[in-house]
């Protein structure tokens, strides 16, 4: 079983429905985070969570809101779908340490992905 | 600010010749950088790392790359390359003191042809 998993794996929808994407984690990382890549302009982070009493904004949060139920768990909510949010969603974790804030190894382990189309 | 610039979005390469993919960084601190890989309809894995240290640094299925300061860059290189090296290549920055965000390439394709 994967470490960290994405649900759902593919989702069509229609502009201003109220998508959930889900992300589940069994690494134990209190880090967790999501990205969007789209074609050409490779990955760009959406919100960040260091625990379940911290969220922060990324680089792209307008149109979008998260909520870390618990550690192990983080969802990316799009309260009112439109066209330009279609992409491929990645929701990532990190271990906590003091190696570059991103843990002894300095690595972001990712999930499978979950592809968004929205019409 | 920090910035990574990827030379060409796709790269072609014959089975068995060298793999040659290109990374410049921008940072106003000494960077952590890093190598991810993404083979279609999966996530992204770390390939290798540069965080201190050795300037040359190895990583899974027989990838390379060298930090130049000098030259801010951190290409990733294979001496000959596999069918199952067909994916793309990301090239990401970071730094270190507390959290640091990490800024990704906008990834090279790579096609390995027979």
Redesign the interface.
């Known amino acids: 079983d994967a470490d ?1 998993t994405q649900t759902p794996r593919n989702r069509i929808t229609k502009t201003g429905k109220r998508i959930m994407l889900e992300c589940s984690q069994t690494k134990g990382h209190d880090r967790m985070y999501w990205y969007r890549q789209d074609p ?6 959406i919100y960040y969570s ?1 625990d379940v009493k911290d969220i922060n904004k ?1 680089e792209i949060s307008d149109g979008y809101s998260v909520s870390r139920q618990a550690q192990a768990k983080f969802s990316l909510s799009l309260e009112s779908a439109i066209p330009n949010q279609t992409a491929l969603y ?1 929701c ?1 974790t990190s271990a906590f340490g003091t ?4 843990g002894p ?4 382990f ?4 979950s592809r968004l189309t929205v019409l | 600010a920090q910035s990574v610039t990827q030379l060409g ?1 796709h790269v072609s390469v014959s089975e068995g010749a060298l793999v040659l993919l290109r990374c410049n960084y921008s940072s106003s601190v000494p960077p ?1 950088l ?1 190598w ?1 890989v993404q083979y279609p ?6 390939l290798l ?1 540069y ?1 201190t240290g050795a300037t040359l640094v190895k990583g899974i299925n027989g990838f390379e790359a060298e930090f130049k300061k000098s030259e801010t860059s951190f290409h990733l290189t294979k001496p000959s390359a596999h069918m199952s090296d067909a994916a793309e290549y ?1 090239c990401a920055v ?9 800024t ?4 090279t394709k790579l096609q390995v042809i027979p």
């Open positions: 960290v050409g302009l490779g990955l760009r982070l260091f990324g990645f990532a190696s570059g804030g991103l190894t300095g690595e972001l990712f999930g499978e992905g | 979005s952590y890093f991810y309809n999966q996530g992204l894995q770390l790392k965080t990301f970071s730094r270190s003191g507390g959290y640091q965000k990490v990704f390439g906008t990834g």
